[in-house]
């Protein structure tokens, strides 16, 4: 009998285990449905980076870039529609997980004739300024952060909170306000006036820092993680041709 009872026992414990199993794959399974169909997870997973170009994160210079801000610009075209599914920034250096949708394109694409304006005068690369604003706001005119900053490209303005910013811009030891020079807040809500004001920080910064990687850095504020992030981008968004 205790020979039996034993068995009996075993076979009830492995049943448990049987029925535990199944339920938390059922449970994964749904979970799993639920995130695509919110449009988190795609049909086709895609990787960060494709495994040729994970030199991406590179360490320094601007090996992967284009170059300086003469580097293209004019007749820089945008596809109309991408190539993957989505890409993903795993998170690091100060900036979350992203993941970027296709589903999300349309947006930055409707300021395609912008975009190509902007990249022409200022030499910028198209793909560069598109995925700025991809980062920044997803394409959404109206966005505003918690600090002001407005629009497309989440330019800090001359008022609201941005007039209490003071800098000492000459290296005099004299403070002034920061962002004296920028449009206003309704200014920028202006899709057209934002995308410009953006490019001419963006460009000033690539010329003050002599490099892409720099200027991109220096727009952001801090970090080696936000160069990364906007060129791997704009990387696989000139992959969609």
């Known amino acids: 009998m205790k020979i039996e009872r034993g068995s009996r026992n075993r076979w009830e414990e492995r049943q448990s285990v049987k029925r535990r199993l199944v339920g938390l794959f059922v449970i994964g399974f749904l979970a799993f449905l639920t995130l695509r169909g919110m449009g988190i997870l795609p049909d086709q997973a895609q990787a960060a980076f494709p495994p040729e170009d994970r030199s991406m994160l590179f360490e320094s210079g601007d090996e992967h870039f284009s170059g300086t801000v003469e580097s293209s610009g004019s007749g820089c075209v945008l596809p109309e529609q991408?190539?993957?599914?989505?890409?993903?920034?795993?998170?690091?250096?100060?900036?979350?997980?992203?993941?970027?949708?296709?589903?999300g394109w349309p947006a930055i694409?409707?300021?395609?004739?912008?975009?190509?304006?902007e990249a022409g005068r200022s030499g910028i690369d198209c793909k560069l300024i598109a995925s700025v604003i991809w980062v920044e706001s997803s394409g959404d005119p109206l966005a505003r952060s918690r600090s002001d900053a407005i629009g497309l490209m989440q330019i800090m303005p001359r008022d609201g909170k941005g007039a209490t910013y003071w800098c000492d811009s000459d290296g005099d030891g004299v403070k002034s306000p920061c962002f004296a020079d920028r449009p206003t807040i309704a200014e920028l809500y202006d899709p057209q006036l934002n995308l410009r004001t953006?490019?001419?920080?963006?460009?000033?910064?690539?010329?003050?820092?002599?490099?892409?990687?720099?200027?991109?850095?220096?727009?952001?504020?801090?970090?080696?993680?936000?160069?990364?992030?906007?060129?791997?981008?704009?990387?696989?968004?000139?992959?969609?041709?």
């Open 109 to 117: 694409y409707r300021f395609n004739k912008e975009i190509g304006v």
């Open 198 to 241: 953006g490019v001419d920080i963006l460009g000033r910064y690539i010329d003050a820092s002599g490099s892409v990687r720099g200027g991109l850095g220096r727009y952001f504020g801090s970090g080696e993680a936000y160069p990364d992030l906007v060129w791997s981008l704009s990387e696989w968004i000139g992959g969609s041709f």
């Open 82 to 103: 991408l190539a993957f599914d989505y890409f993903e920034w795993p998170g690091g250096g100060g900036i979350p997980r992203r993941v970027f949708a296709k589903s």
